[in-house]
Structure formats: C-alpha cells, structure tokens
C-alpha cells in the first residue's frame, strides 16, 4: 500500500529509501514533495526537548563548580595530597585516613590542626631567605616565603625590615588560619570551630 502525507514516518522513510526515482509511484504529494523533508525537519517538541536538557546539563554544571567553590574541594584535595608528600609514610592509605580524622576531629573542637610544615620546615623556609643571618628579611623575601609555603602573603610597605623571629611566628599562625578556614569550609553554624579561626598578627 502507497503512503500518502500524513501517514507514520516509518512508511515514508521505508518507501523513501528504495529510491528517489520512484517517488511520484510512491508518494501523492503535490511538487516539490515535503514528505522527506520533514523527516529530517525539527518538531517543535524536539526542539524543547533539547533545549530542556540543555538547560539541565548547564545547571548541573553551575551547582557543581559553585559546590566544588563554596566548599574549596579542590583546595582541599591539594592540601591532602601535599601532607602526604611531606609527611612521606610508609601506607599513605592509612595515613590520609589520618589526616582526615584529625581535620574531623578539629572541626568538632578537640584535637590540634593537622599543618602542612611543622616549625621545623617553617624554620628552615625563614632561614634560607636570611642567608646573612642579619636577624631580618626585608619585604620582597617575606613574600617569596609566604609563597614558598603556599599562603598569600599580606601587605606590608615595600621598605618594611620584619624580625626573622616574628616572621617564624607569623608564617605559623599564618598557615594554621589557612588551614582552619580550609577545615571549616562549607561548616554547619553548630560546629565548634566555626566562629572560633585564629587572627592573623600582619
């Protein structure tokens, strides 16, 4: 039986396919004939379909970079993998596990903050840039060391002489507040620590 417009798509592709050359055996349509144009022509509920899942897919992304921002994930996973490079142990499975249960149990208000750099690794930082031993560093090397560590160095005038003890004390609260904020990311307002981060002395 010829198909004539209006009937399933499946009969005009099915009878379309045999061959063009047949079309006026096959198809009643006046010329030019719109029975295969239409196959390959978008419904408007095709097109709102894609539009639909287009919107999902972007919102989906949007509530992931804010999540992976809002929480500092991505800060979170470097400073993770940094510990256990510095750390160095034998099972670093069991020690990441570590790692977390501490930050857990500082978020909760018990336990001291798992830091990056011991005052030992601190010292040396400070020690390196005071080659002299002239008791100070001048404000391009402050930078250079909060940088080294991977903090954000504060702002302080060009000319500025800082205390290589002071410089010691700071980088070490410094680091503990960075790490606290890190911990206390995304926290509920019932966590002990929440409202309780160290100030920085800069």
Not at 14 to 32: E, F, V
Not at 127 to 142: C, E, M, P
Request: charged share 25%; net charge neutral; hydrophobic share 35%.
């Amino acid at each position: 039986m010829e198909p004539s417009c209006g009937e399933d798509e499946e009969s005009v592709k099915s009878y379309a396919s045999k061959s063009l050359s047949d079309h006026g055996r096959i198809c009643n349509c006046s010329i030019p004939c719109q029975c295969i144009n239409q196959l390959d022509t978008p419904t408007p509920m095709r097109s709102s379909r894609k539009f639909v899942l287009s919107e999902h897919v972007l919102g989906i992304v949007s509530n992931t970079e804010s999540y992976l921002k809002e929480r500092r994930i991505t800060e979170l996973v470097r400073f993770l993998l940094t510990k256990i490079l510095v750390d160095a142990p034998g099972g670093p499975l069991e020690h990441l596990v570590k790692i977390l249960d501490d930050c857990m149990l500082y978020r909760a208000g018990f336990g001291r903050l798992p830091v990056l750099y011991e005052e030992r690794h601190l010292k040396a930082v400070v020690k390196s840039f005071d080659a002299g031993q002239r008791g100070w560093v001048n404000a391009s090397q402050l930078r250079r060391a909060y940088i080294t560590l991977g903090l954000n160095p504060p702002k302080i005038p060009d000319d500025a002489k800082i205390p290589t003890d002071e410089l010691l004390k700071n980088l070490k609260n410094d680091q503990e507040i960075d790490l606290s904020e890190l911990i206390m990311a995304g926290a509920s307002d019932g966590d002990s620590r929440k409202n309780n981060t160290p100030v920085s002395s800069f």
